[in-house]
């Protein structure tokens, strides 16, 4: 009986060792003759293999050739050019960087230069070109947090030319973009970026990640600052900095009215002048109360939003701050309001997700016309409360 091979036929690294290098080299070449990225891949793994300024080279022509395309590219075509980017920008990162860090930065940025030409010609509506670019950016930053002047210049180049672009790109950097990198990057942007919006933001993005609080404010526009979203913003990084005068002033900026801030602090017919705020801004409003030692008046405000709006967080918040047993006496309190608040969803919700199933059956009892109408949740409230409550559910269910 013939003895058994010990290679397998399962395809691995470890058995197709065993076919040698030239029977490998034929395949490759035979599966490469209908596959054009799987080419250029291996143009690129030989090229890394001569030297890192050869690899830099073959990468820099095949950038080349797809910047000055202008042909569109289909749907069908879109996965094949985004593997064909992607196997280009590990060659970058994994074989190129560890030989040469600055060379390996400038022709990242090359790679980045790419997006701006492909998104007006290729078919995209899944979004998966922005997030091949997006998720290359901590690659990028990583390789910017060591790079010397010089080679930091290509990359400061390229964030005066899409400033909008590298905006988003500094966001999706995560970590990688730390505060000296952006430090150095806002140390080598003149006052000209200054002078558009896309600049403006890039700029912002830049002065967040460096901690740079009073280059941040000072980005913020009038306009901006009238804003109950942006103004709880700016107000939480002047708390976090101590700055609680500040942060009072910040809010109270979106309470002026005027036709700048109009669209985002005013309904469509606004009768008494009052603003509309928005949760974020009732939320910083109460902090900067807590900040100023009105923490009676934090607790009102906390209570009276609870009423309104039946959110659990906030009710979790204002419990906590309670002391021990009265926090027991507020909550069956809340449970109560609950019962009768108009919002016949936003009550089961609450209840049901605090847990507080007793009372939820109750209400369900109390209020069947309303429980028997159609909603999202109602079948998984019926299935929850079956057991305990079998007549609540049954209402919920019908």
């Known amino acids: 009986m013939a003895r058994q091979s010990r290679i397998s036929t399962r395809l691995s690294a470890a058995s197709l060792v065993h076919l040698g290098a030239p029977r490998l080299a034929e395949l490759l070449i035979e599966a490469g003759a209908g ?63 560890p030989e040469a860090p600055g060379e390996a930065l400038a022709v990242l940025v090359r790679w980045f230069d790419l997006y701006s030409g492909l998104s007006a010609r290729v078919k995209d509506t899944k979004g998966e070109l922005p997030a091949a670019f997006e998720a290359a950016a901590p690659e990028l930053f990583t390789l910017a947090e060591t790079a010397g ?52 933001n890039l700029l912002r993005r830049l002065a967040d990640k460096a901690g740079d609080l009073d280059l941040w404010l000072s980005l913020v526009t009038p306009e901006q600052a009238g804003s109950p979203d942006i103004a709880s913003d700016v107000a939480r990084r002047l708390l976090d900095a101590g700055r609680v005068a500040e942060a009072r002033a910040a809010l109270e900026a979106a309470l002026s009215p005027s036709p700048l801030n109009r669209p985002w602090t005013f309904g469509h017919s606004p009768k008494n002048g009052a603003p509309r705020l928005t949760p974020a801004w009732e939320a910083a409003s109460i902090d900067v109360l807590d900040a100023e030692g009105s923490r009676q008046e934090a ?53 049901m997700d605090w847990p507080a199933h007793r009372e939820a059956a109750a209400l369900v009892l109390a209020r069947p016309r309303e429980a028997r109408q159609a909603r999202p949740g109602s079948a998984d409230w019926a299935s929850r409360l079956a057991q305990r409550y079998p007549e609540a559910a049954d209402i919920l269910a019908s």
């Open 299 to 351: 607790q009102d405000l906390r209570w009276s939003l609870f009423e309104r709006d039946l959110s659990a967080l906030v009710l979790r918040d204002y419990l906590s701050r309670l002391p021990d047993f009265d926090d027991v006496e507020a909550l069956d309190r809340a449970f109560v309001h609950a019962s009768s608040h108009p919002d016949f969803e936003a009550a089961m919700r609450l209840l």
């Open 149 to 200: 002047d010089e080679a930091l210049r290509d990359l400061v180049d390229a964030l005066r030319r899409h400033p909008q672009d590298y905006a988003r790109w500094a966001s999706a950097a995560g970590e990688t973009l730390g505060p000296r990198t952006a430090r150095r990057l806002l140390d080598s942007l003149d006052a000209a970026i200054r002078k558009t919006p896309a600049g403006r």
């Open 35 to 97: 596959n054009a990225n799987l080419k250029r891949r291996l143009r690129l793994e030989l090229a890394a293999e001569i030297s890192p300024d050869i690899l830099a080279l073959e990468i820099d022509k095949r950038i080349t050739a797809v910047s000055a395309a202008r042909t569109r590219v289909s749907w069908r075509k879109r996965g094949e050019l985004i593997e064909d980017l992607n196997a280009h920008r590990r060659m970058i990162v994994e074989r190129l960087a």
